[in-house]
């Protein structure tokens, strides 16, 4: 199972996995391409926003975390 995690960046909550030994992101859920698979970047903010759309909230971000994966907290 992918780790997940939550990001705060210029305001907006982002929910998002991510490999800190290759230093990637990945989407999650609805933010997955619509063929199957993932999107997949650098771990960096730009990355972030890259692959993940905002939440509305920090728990809606968090909830989409928890289903998406082993939630590993916020960065």
Do not use: C, Q
């Not at 609805?30 to 997949?40: A, E, L, N, R, V």
Request: proline share 3%; no cysteine; glycine share 12%.
């Amino acid at each position: 199972m992918m780790k997940t995690y939550i990001a705060l960046i210029d305001g907006k909550w982002y929910a998002f996995a991510g490999d800190t030994n290759k230093n990637e992101v990945y989407s999650i859920g609805s933010d997955s391409p619509k063929t199957g698979g993932t999107w997949f970047a650098r771990w960096t903010n730009s990355g972030i926003r890259y692959v993940a759309t905002p939440s509305k909230t920090r728990e809606s971000a968090y909830r989409k975390a928890k289903r998406g994966g082993t939630y590993n907290g916020m960065v």
